[in-house]
């Protein structure tokens, strides 16, 4: 039996409720005898007392297991107590294509190393990479936090309603947008200067653009889109009122920008003009775009009426081909850094899929047993929800 197969059956183990039970009075009763941090006067009685609960719990524990080795009671305590993402190992081996992942799982946020090592940095609602991967930041209720890949907190900011997204800006990574409630703020990516910037509606989607200054994309209350320079207030240009536009992404210099609404997908110029992308007559809606540094557009589609999703490649000839089909409804899709390598997650199949669209011929390797990675110790498991890929 390898070491996966041995996670995997004690993963699926019964529990013993009588041995959970009895640990936790135990533990209950040790944390009852504590003295309060504030009292420097320590008495010696409830100190041992301390220490003989604490064997006791120990020594229940050891029984428990030596008397049913399959049970999980050794998984509960890990998951009451914790443990530090530093004593994680390896689930990929190696991230495919290298780099390192941001990945939101169930409430916690997870960072993978090139080695495959796994770091939870907390329990958060989402988060982002700032540009080059030196920092993060993430979101939970109304607050917002800034942290270093290893956890550690740099600064956070607390609004009255809560936060739903945030983005650092590319490049110099000076500013940092988000939304909270029906408005759009700006703050610095050393947590001053927070001010709103723009009413929008609850949700709305927003996207910084490549390249110099700051300038940002956005969909205002009236459902347009409007590009804005963040720095001088100035609008760029805005289009049309459209239908419930929900995803923006820009092309790796900026030069167009990709908008799903909820019934096209359109492609904006610097000049404001767009064209419909070219899509086939069916039940099928774009719920995702992702370009890839080479400047390649997919799209993921999905046909409610046949719950089937499709990934569409739209090439720089301006080519399209569908790269993958699959039942039911795709997760995250995300380029790896260097656009050779596409990954999607597949809920269904408890798999994320990296498809190497530009191979002579093109292949699918597959990821599996997910779920269960992004929740040790949890029987359900969570799968992701959103995954990001930075060098």
């Not at 930041?137 to 809560?162: C, F, N």
């Not at 653009?209 to 956005?218: F, I, K, M, Q, S």
């Not at 530009?358 to 799968?383: C, I, K, N, Y």
Request: hydrophobic content about 40%; overall charge positive.
């Amino acid at each position: 039996m390898n070491e996966r197969e041995l996670r995997e059956a004690l993963r699926r183990a019964p529990v013993d409720e009588r041995a959970r039970e009895r640990s936790r009075r135990v533990v209950q009763a040790a944390y009852r005898e504590l003295v309060p941090a504030s009292s420097r006067r320590a008495r010696p009685r409830r100190r041992w007392a301390l220490v003989v609960a604490a064997c006791v719990a120990t020594t229940l524990v050891a029984v428990s297991v030596t008397r049913s080795p399959t049970d999980a009671l050794g998984r509960w305590l890990r998951d009451a107590v914790g443990i530090d993402a530093r004593d994680a190992r390896p689930f990929f081996g190696e991230v495919p294509g290298g780099g390192r992942l941001l990945v939101t799982a169930g409430k916690s946020v997870w960072v993978v190393a090139p080695d495959g090592v796994k770091r939870r940095l907390g329990r958060y609602d989402g988060a982002s990479w700032s540009p080059r991967g030196l920092f993060v930041v993430a979101w939970r209720g109304g607050e917002l936090t800034a942290l270093e890949p290893d956890g550690d907190v740099r600064w956070s900011l607390r609004r009255p309603q809560a936060v739903t997204s945030a983005r650092w800006v590319p490049g110099d990574g000076y500013r940092i947008a988000y939304t909270t409630g029906a408005t759009l703020r700006v703050v610095n990516g050393d947590g001053t200067g927070d001010r709103r910037f723009a009413r929008t509606r609850p949700h709305s989607a927003f996207a910084w653009r490549p390249g110099g200054g700051h300038v940002l994309a956005y969909v205002d209350a009236a459902r347009r889109v409007r590009v804005a320079d963040v720095d001088t207030g100035l609008t760029l240009w805005r289009s049309r009122p459209l239908r419930g536009p929900d995803t923006l992404a820009w092309s790796p210099r900026g030069r167009r920008l990709a908008v799903l609404t909820s019934d096209q997908a359109l492609l904006f110029d610097g000049d404001a003009r767009h064209v419909q992308l070219r899509q086939p007559r069916t039940a099928a809606r774009a719920t995702a775009a992702a370009w890839s540094a080479r400047g390649q557009l997919v799209l993921r589609q999905y046909d409610v009426v046949a719950n089937r999703s499709d990934l569409v490649l739209f090439g720089l000839a301006g080519d399209r081909r569908t790269l993958f089909t699959a039942p039911g409804a795709l997760g995250p899709v995300e380029w790896s850094p260097g656009g050779r390598s596409l990954l999607v997650a597949w809920p269904a199949g408890d798999q994320l899929l990296l498809l190497a669209p530009d191979a002579r011929r093109m292949t699918v390797r597959a990821l599996g047993d997910v779920a269960a990675q992004f929740a040790p110790g949890s029987v359900r498991g969570r799968f992701p929800t959103a995954i990001e890929w930075t060098p």
